[in-house]
């Protein structure tokens, strides 16, 4: 029996430690695929949730109490994500900037809406997300009814009376970003000549990629992610094609080019105008590159999802989701992104989507603007 | 017609892959008679193994692609055997004598921890490598099409069928592979006739472990990424395809794993992308209709 005491009294002990944890600090949930293929985008959200909670202890917190971040896993797995969604609610946490990948944000958002929780996406651009008229969602990134506008606007300026196919991995992001793209292509009245899906985690593609050649294809759009689309990159260039690969957002990490290596040149992607750029996020910026972090992609994304909620919380004086909700809804925030304001659905009124392309050196850059619609 | 001859490179290469674990497989069910589900976690250990080396001797300072290859192909074999090797050592032999299931459950809990050990100690990331065999050759070119022999491609098919050859020989013609095959028939005979039954299986997962190393480190030059959850699709399509060519059979491994491959391709080349593992199953389920123990199989009463 006595170790079975002690086991119990420990066990009581760190409970007590737990709770006790609780009371003095508010616990904010950052929540992504930590682990496999789309590990690096976690990475992405985990250093944007870091450096904030760091950079909000240090000026004193919120309310008068600490931050603590959680931080929980989805591997991109939608089953994962909604069980994570349920940890997060049922530990009575009030706000998750999360998730990444669109398969993911969407099953977990209902679950956050049955706990209360105030779900802001930094990255999840399929626009199911906001058109479910749930009331606890809102996202600081771009839909992919404007990211496919964009991407089909570059199609048809320079790739007119070429051929075009568009291939898609079947996920929710992916398959959206593909048929948003092709609906903008056909209404300007551009025929695509393939349109095929795949299976994301697929590491063969010479199949496909035999299918472009004979087709004589110039432009290949990937709605995916950017493991297969590096591989169909190195596989179309290994049976000798010089098709262009254009894809999303989702290519906006380094990554990409430590797949592909110096074949990345001239390979496309849309996302919002590089926010390490913007002049609100210098000084951010700097600290990151402080601490050895390249804060790319959706880094600062993550960061000004948790400033909104902040200042709001502040504003409230309450981390209250509902209340907080209204008060984000009514306002105008200044993040590291510029200023922010959010439509009823829980959208950021103005979205711009830009044209980037990488070069052999593993560096992407702009090359082109276009409004959204 | 080029592009069928295109579809038939990229399908036997691929194929040539899934053979290379399928033989893992079989040669283990013929020897004992169970499934070693830890097998696709065995080949995704090879993989990186082979990456590390290569790493490794890119540090140092070498240069010399062929030299290179050769030493990571060697450390990989000799590592990865050991691995397999430990694994039969600690999860299978104790179970020997156990009932049927107990070391297929042994070994569906050994890829687990195969996997996860990766995971920790490697990282939940991707591991790409930048292509190391570039170059190819242009075979036919009929003005809108050229057929395209890529030199990663000679080089997978290459080592695979130097290997088989290899291990073939051996099972047919050695000291090793005639106790290979007396203990594949009868164990108990074989050990009153003076073979020593656990050095014989224990030597059959070194050499399933070394062929699944070289098909790991054949997956990182071709596709040039590894990733501690590979194993698991792998594992299943090499060991659909050693079902399908008969399981036990060392050429049916081979037979079925280029079947596999060339399903696939051909049929998201003729087809649809989409549903190319609905048709390799589909085959797979005729085809043990109408022989239930695989194109080259041979029927075996007592054994599940």
């Known amino acids: ?373 | 017609m080029d592009y069928f001859f295109q579809q038939l490179i990229n399908g036997l290469v691929l194929g040539s892959i899934y053979g290379l674990i399928a033989i893992g497989y079989t040669m283990v069910y013929g020897i004992v008679g169970m499934i070693n589900f830890a097998h696709g976690d065995i080949f995704m250990i090879g993989g990186f193994i082979a990456l590390i080396t290569f790493l490794i001797l890119v540090s140092i300072g070498l240069t010399m692609v062929p030299v290179i290859l050769l030493l990571v192909l060697l450390v990989a074999m000799a590592v990865t055997a050991l691995y397999g090797w430990t694994v039969e050592r600690i999860a299978y032999r104790p179970l020997r004598q156990s009932f049927r299931l107990a070391p297929m459950l042994s070994a569906i809990g050994m890829s687990f921890v195969l996997s996860n050990f990766a995971q920790v100690s490697q990282g939940a990331r991707v591991k790409p490598v930048p292509p190391i065999i570039t170059g190819g050759y242009t075979l036919h070119d009929s003005g809108n099409f050229a057929v395209q022999l890529s030199n990663v491609q000679i080089v997978v098919v290459a080592t695979t069928i130097v290997l088989l050859a290899v291990f073939s020989y051996i099972v047919a013609r050695t000291r090793f592979g005639r106790d290979m095959r007396a203990c594949e028939q009868d164990q108990t005979m074989a050990a009153l006739l003076g073979v020593d039954v656990d050095r014989t299986i224990s030597m059959t997962f070194v050499i399933g472990a070394a062929l699944a190393a070289v098909a790991g480190m054949m997956y990182l030059l071709y596709y040039g990424l590894v990733d501690f959850f590979m194993g698991f699709i792998a594992g299943i399509k090499a060991f659909t395809a050693a079902v399908l060519g008969g399981i036990g059979s060392l050429p049916g491994a081979m037979l079925g794993g280029l079947a596999i491959g060339l399903i696939e391709t051909f049929w998201s080349a003729y087809f649809s992308v989409e549903y190319k593992d609905v048709a390799a199953f589909s085959i797979l389920i005729v085809v043990l209709i109408f022989m239930p123990t695989g194109l080259l199989g041979r029927p075996e009463v007592e054994k599940v």
């Open chain 1, 1 to 373: 029996m006595k170790p079975l005491k002690l086991i119990g009294l420990a066990f009581g002990a760190s409970l007590a430690l737990s709770t006790a944890a609780f009371a003095q600090d508010i616990t904010v949930a950052v929540a992504g695929p930590m682990t496999g293929s789309e590990s690096a985008f976690g990475r992405q959200l985990l250093n944007g949730a870091e450096q904030f909670v760091a950079d909000t202890n240090a000026a004193g917190g919120v309310l008068g109490k600490k931050l603590k971040l959680f931080v929980g896993d989805d591997a991109c797995d939608p089953k994962q994500a909604r069980s994570v969604a349920e940890k997060i609610g049922s530990a009575g946490i009030p706000f998750v900037a999360g998730h990444f990948c669109s398969s993911s944000s969407i099953p977990a958002s209902e679950a956050y809406a049955d706990s209360n929780v105030l779900q802001i996406t930094p990255a999840s651009t399929n626009p199911l997300f906001t058109e479910r008229k749930l009331k606890n969602v809102l996202r600081v990134c771009g839909r992919d009814d404007q990211q496919g506008v964009v991407a089909a606007d570059y199609i048809v300026k320079n790739f007119k009376g070429k051929n075009v196919a568009i291939l898609n991995d079947k996920t929710t992001y992916g398959k959206g970003l593909a048929d948003e793209t092709k609906k903008a292509l056909n209404k300007a009245g551009f025929q695509e000549k393939m349109f095929e899906s795949y299976n994301k985690g697929d590491k063969d593609f010479n199949s496909i990629v035999s299918r472009l050649k004979r087709d004589n294809i110039d432009l290949v759009f990937v709605g995916g992610y950017h493991q297969e689309a590096g591989l169909i990159l190195r596989q179309m260039r290994d049976q000798g094609l010089k098709t262009v690969l254009m894809a999303g957002d989702a290519m906006n990490d380094k990554e990409f080019a430590s797949i592909t290596g110096p074949l990345a040149a001239g390979t496309l992607f849309t996302f919002g105008p590089d926010p390490r750029l913007k002049p609100t996020a210098k000084a951010i910026v700097e600290e990151f590159k402080k601490k050895g972090v390249d804060p790319e992609g959706y880094t600062l994304y993550t960061y000004a999802a948790m400033q909104v909620w902040t200042e709001a919380v502040k504003k409230a004086g309450t981390t209250d989701p509902e209340k907080v909700m209204k008060v984000i809804k009514a306002g105008e925030w200044d993040t590291v992104l510029g200023k922010l304001a959010f439509d009823e659905k829980g959208d950021i009124k103005a979205i711009d989507y830009v044209v980037y392309k990488w070069d052999d050196k593993g560096n992407y850059a702009e090359i082109g603007s276009g409004k959204g619609t």
